[in-house]
Structures are given as structure tokens and as C-alpha cells.
């Protein structure tokens, strides 16, 4: 038998601590908020913003560990991720098909803030946040997940998942009640596919509410075969520039590529700009960084080209799309590069990119383009 340690009574067990625990996994030097806050607020702060949100969808991944593992409110792992950040628990967003939990409605906890003796929610911290996990490999929401990584990769779209269609409503919800400028949609991997998704349906009703998405999966057969197309017509537009045309001028123009599709750079500055955390290392989603028309640039503190831990405003305050942070300095195996924890970690070392890249322009392109047209009456909530 073991000897008992300093200060341990004889025949007592010491519980080993479990290491999804907020004080073992999460960040060292996140305070909780305090009246300290409503003089000078960290939510002002985009790093302590990318972190705190990360801790959120971190809960969302406890939430259904805890579920599968049978814990409860009180021996939960998940509510530590949130309660820190003096936020509660509002709504779970449940899988009918299995049971499971993929994501999760945060609200700002009033009387959690009171305890701490501040009368009110600090500058910037957002009222409401939903929070979309990615795939779990264990458990039956297995399955579920999987169809939904499947069904990316070969649409390119989530449009047809239960989930998406629960993420939606909830996400209108709470714009409804807060407002859409305070409230705040997150996802991680499939979950930051999911956000990114119902954030831009959203804006397309004038809805605009800020999106955080780490990792987004990029790579999709969809995708891919539309980047072969436009490939294959921009050579067929080049060897038609080079032939002798007889005909009328427009389409003469239009040969010589002057007749231009309306780009989103073409269309003016975005009014929705999703903040987009990407690591070059992870394969899923590095296709987000290729360039498009030669615009893309890296930044740090909104300066030339370099890496910093990105601090003030980061250069984020520039016009673009997105908003891109990528990994400068961090992990490089693609688990390490693909996981969460580095969104959250005190050493990594990060590059602010305002990026007009293909994969942002795709995906945005029906959200933007449509400007230059006339539109039908938008959705107000």
C-alpha cells in the first residue's frame, strides 16, 4: 500500500485530479471579471475576447462528455468554462436523433456579478454567446458527426443538418432578445463550420452578430471541384483572348475578359466580418490563407508585414472580408495544430492576416455580391 502524503490522513484517498478540469487544462492568467472591469474592461481586449471564447466551446465539449459520462450539474466538468467568466448556462442545443449535446447558449450571469459587487456587465462583453463543438471520435454522437463532416466535404454546405437548422433558431433567438450587437456565435472545427454558416444566413436577413470560428474545415470536394472550374476558365479565357474575334463589341469585351463577374472586392466593404482563427499546420483548414487577386496581407498590430502576439487592435479595425488571425510561432503536429487549447495558450505567438483569400471569397461571395443588385426587404428581428 502507497504511503500517505504530507497532510493525508491514513486510509484517505486523494482524488486524482481529472485533466479536463478548468484549473489543470485552461489558461494560467484569465481573471475573472470584477469591479476592476467596469473601469477598464478586458473584453475590450481581442486576445482576451479569442481566449475566453475558446473556454466556451471548450464547455460545449465537456458538456457532452459530461452527459456521456453521467455526471451532473454539481460534478460537471463543463460549467467551470463559463462560471469563471461569470456567465451561465442558458440553453443546451440537442441532437433529438441521439440525445447529444453539440452546442450551447451562454448568457451574461447578473447574479453571479452582483456576488463579486459590480452592478453591471462590463464594456463589450457580450450578452449571449452560442457555442458549437466539433466532432467527438467517442460516444454515439459519433455517428452524427461524422454524417456532418461528410456532408461538408461533399456539398461544401450545412445547410441540411438538424443542427444547423437548431443553431439558426437559437442564434435568431437571442438576437431577438439582446440585440444582434450583443450577442456573439463560436464554433470549433465542424462547430466552426456551423457558425460560420448560420452567422452569414443570418446576415443575409441584416441580422449582423459577431463570429468567432477556430479551425473551420476548408477542405471539400465542392470545393475543389469548383476551384478546378474556375481554373479551367480562366485558361479558356486567356487562349480566347489570343484568337482573332469578328463581332459586336460587348462580346468582343467579354473575350477579352474586360466583362468582369462582380467580386466581393469589386462590391465594397463588408458589413458582417467573421473573425477567422486559422493554423497553416492543420490541413483542414489551411486552405483558408491562398490568397485571391493578390490581396492578401499579413500584418501584426496592423503594421507591415512580421508576427507579434497580437495585441491592441490588431489592424482589425481595416476594411476587408475577415477578420484573420494565423498561428506564427505553435503547435505544428496537425492534432496540436488542429486543436483548441493553442486558441487559449499564454506562449503562442499569432499574425493578424486581412485576407481576401479564395475560400473567404466563396464563401461570402452570395452574401456580398448581391449589393450591386437589387435586393428584396431584409428580415428585421
Known amino acids: 500500500m502507497a504511503n500517505a502524503l504530507p497532510g493525508q490522513k491514513a486510509g484517505e484517498v ?42 466556451f466551446i471548450q464547455g460545449v465539449y465537456l458538456l457532452e462528455l459530461d452527459r456521456q459520462d453521467k455526471r451532473d450539474e454539481r460534478t460537471g466538468l463543463a460549467p467551470q468554462w ?41 464594456a463589450g462583453a457580450p450578452a449571449a454567446v452560442v457555442a458549437l463543438r466539433g466532432t467527438l471520435l467517442s460516444g454515439a454522437t459519433f455517428r452524427r ?33 439582446h440585440g444582434a450587437g450583443s450577442v456573439c456565435v463560436g464554433g470549433h472545427s465542424l462547430g466552426a463550420g456551423f457558425a460560420l454558416q448560420v452567422g452569414k444566413a443570418l446576415a443575409k436577413e441584416g441580422v449582423f452578430v459577431e463570429c468567432h470560428v477556430f479551425n473551420p474545415p476548408s477542405v471539400s470536394l465542392a470545393t475543389s471541384l469548383r476551384g478546378f472550374a474556375e481554373t479551367a476558365g480562366e485558361m479558356w479565357g486567356r487562349v480566347r483572348a489570343w484568337l482573332p474575334y469578328v463581332g459586336s463589341a460587348a462580346a468582343a469585351a467579354d473575350a477579352s475578359g474586360e466583362a468582369k463577374e462582380v467580386t466581393l472586392e469589386r462590391a465594397g466593404t463588408a458589413k458582417w466580418l467573421p473573425h477567422l482563427y486559422i493554423n497553416t499546420n492543420d490541413y483542414i483548414c489551411c486552405y483558408y490563407t491562398d490568397a485571391a487577386a493578390r490581396t492578401a496581407t499579413v500584418t501584426a ?66 452574401l456580398y455580391a448581391a449589393q450591386a443588385q437589387p435586393v428584396s426587404p431584409q428580415v428585421s428581428l
Open 301 to 366: 498590430r496592423g503594421g507591415g508585414s512580421g508576427s507579434s502576439k497580437a495585441g491592441g487592435d490588431g489592424g482589425m479595425g481595416k476594411p476587408g472580408l475577415a477578420r484573420m488571425v494565423t498561428v506564427s510561432k505553435g503547435p505544428t503536429k496537425f492534432l496540436d495544430a488542429h486543436g483548441l487549447q493553442q486558441w487559449w495558450a499564454d506562449d503562442v505567438e499569432l499574425q493578424v492576416a486581412l485576407n481576401h483569400s479564395k475560400f473567404i471569397d466563396r464563401q461570402l461571395r452570395s
Open 145 to 177: 458527426d461524422v454524417v456532418d463532416d461528410l456532408r461538408f466535404l461533399a456539398w461544401d454546405s450545412l445547410k441540411g443538418s438538424v443542427r444547423f437548422a437548431g443553431a439558426l433558431a437559437a442564434l435568431r433567438s437571442a438576437a431577438r432578445r
Open 14 to 55: 486523494t482524488a486524482t485530479p481529472n485533466p479536463f478540469e478548468f484549473h489543470v487544462y485552461g489558461p494560467r492568467h484569465l481573471s475573472s471579471p470584477s469591479w476592476w472591469d467596469l473601469l477598464r474592461s478586458s473584453w475590450k481586449d481581442p486576445n482576451y475576447r479569442r481566449m475566453v471564447i475558446a473556454c
Open 82 to 122: 463559463w462560471r469563471h467568466f461569470m456567465y451561465r448556462l442558458s440553453q443546451t442545443l440537442i441532437d433529438e436523433r441521439d440525445g447529444s449535446i453539440y452546442g450551447a447558449v451562454l448568457e451574461w450571469d447578473r447574479r453571479a456579478l452582483l456576488a463579486g459587487y459590480a452592478p453591471f456587465r462590463p
